[in-house]
């Protein structure tokens, strides 16, 4: 099962081609429901995102996708994601929280996304965008603590505008080049690695403080 997910998540350019022969337009709206899932729903950090929208942004440039299209489509899912996993951290997050360690919600997940709120503040909710798993787990979080709703939207919108943006347009300007084409592959793993390397780095460092042998 898990060779099969990562055979899925960096070879979802053969995968996406395939999507779009059988449902042709209706590809819109499968992509609207992944990207709203991933940053929408707790269960399901384990979703493409960087490397999903960098494919588009290829797709789109070879005329399978209207570039306006994908990204007014998936910036609204992006923040619509976002403001839903809001709305349940702020009614139903102490009660996940209590509940936290099951199959999909982990406490350490919980913990390095407070991490991250700790060293960056409300900047947190478009920094996470960038970072798997956090990007999840920043807006429930948000609406689990005292975050006014007006501030989450404001940094709710700038981070789904850029995120989309960045990774669609740099797919579309730079995925077809014929050495990244040649190695697709290849670009989509180094994507993903440079996604959780953030995230891995904070974890290594605090992992080193907290096993670091007390002075004598």
Known sequence: MLAMFIDYIIHFDKYLNVILQMFGVWTYVILFLI??????????PFLPGDSLLFTIGA????????VAWVLFILTIAAILGDSVNYAVGKYLGQKICEKANG?????????????????YGA?????????????TFAPFVAGV???????????????????????VLAGYFFGNIPVIKNNFSLVILVIIVL??????????????????CPDA
């Open 195 to 212: 996604s959780v390397l953030p995230a891995v780095i904070e974890f290594l460092r605090h992992y080193k403080v907290d096993n670091r």
């Open 145 to 167: 603590g005292t975050m006014r709703y007006i501030t989450f939207l404001t940094y709710n919108i700038i981070g789904g505008v850029l995120w989309v943006g960045g990774f």
């Open 35 to 44: 990207i709203f899932c991933e940053t929408g729903l707790v269960v399901t």
């Open 59 to 66: 797709f789109a440039a070879l005329g399978s996708f209207d």
């Open 123 to 135: 900047k947190t909710i478009v920094i996470a965008r960038f970072v798997p798993i956090v990007r």
């Open 103 to 119: 199959r999909f919600i982990k406490k350490e997940y919980l913990d390095r996304t407070h991490k991250f709120y700790e060293k």
